[in-house]
Every structure is written in structure tokens, then in C-alpha cells.
């Protein structure tokens, strides 16, 4: 049974920054590219950011492109994303997720491309 439990969210002003975690469990971590989603209010979940299963290949929505930064530790079965610069429009349920092919060529941007989903943080940014 895979589970993802992200931990880190929070309330902080614009120009903040916040460190997300999800911890993964249920099967081999390094064989499979995590991503972060995240859904505002009366919006579709969107894709923020992935990391393929190595970690050597990373890729990011343009709208948050230099401020944040995805990270993992195989050893610790862990995904990172560190946002910085935060905007009031980054307010959102962020979710993580895992990729649903073993070690995929390339790193998955479409939420079809996962199939295990955490609960997800809340992140709020005020003005």
C-alpha cells in the first residue's frame, strides 16, 4: 500500500519562502519521478513541478520557474519542494505525487502520468 504524507505547510507573507515535504512508503522510492501539484479554490489541480526518479532531471510550471526548487532523498524516501518569493497567487492545497511507470525517460508533467496522490498542506500566502 503506497503512502504519501506531506508535511510544511503554512500561512506566510508574499516574499516568504516555505520548505514542503512528502515522505513516500509501499514500494522502491528511487524507481519512481515524484511531483508537486497544487488546486486553488474553484480551480483545477495544476501541475507545479517533477523530479525523475534519479533526481537528475527536474521540471517546473513557469509560473514558479526561479523561485522554487524540487529536491528528493532516495535514502530518506523523501520529495522536497523549497518555494521562495512567494506570490499571494501561489495560496493553494499542495499535493505531491507519485509517477505511475517504473523509472520513466523523462520526467511527467500530467496528472494522468500519476497514480498515488497525498492528502495534501495547505499553503497561504498573504499581501
Known amino acids: 500500500q503506497v503512502q504519501l504524507v506531506e508535511s510544511g505547510g503554512g500561512l506566510v507573507q508574499a516574499g516568504g519562502s516555505l520548505r514542503l515535504s512528502c515522505a513516500a512508503s509501499?514500494?522502491?522510492?528511487?524507481?519512481?519521478?515524484m511531483g508537486w501539484f497544487r488546486q486553488a479554490p474553484g480551480k483545477e489541480r495544476e501541475f507545479v513541478a517533477a523530479?525523475?526518479?534519479?533526481?537528475?532531471?527536474?521540471y517546473y510550471a513557469d509560473s514558479v520557474k526561479g523561485r522554487f526548487t524540487i529536491s528528493r532523498d532516495n535514502a530518506k524516501n523523501t520529495v522536497y519542494l523549497q518555494m521562495n518569493s512567494l506570490k499571494p497567487e501561489d495560496t493553494a492545497v499542495y499535493y505531491c505525487?507519485?509517477?505511475?511507470?517504473?523509472?520513466?525517460?523523462?520526467?511527467?508533467?500530467?496528472?494522468?502520468?500519476?497514480?498515488?496522490w497525498g492528502q495534501g498542506t495547505q499553503v497561504t500566502v498573504s499581501s
Open positions: 509501499g514500494r522502491t522510492f528511487s524507481n519512481y519521478a
Open positions: 505525487a507519485q509517477d505511475r511507470t517504473t523509472r520513466r525517460a523523462g520526467v511527467p508533467e500530467l496528472r494522468i502520468q500519476y497514480d498515488y
Open positions: 523530479i525523475s526518479a534519479s533526481g537528475a532531471s527536474t
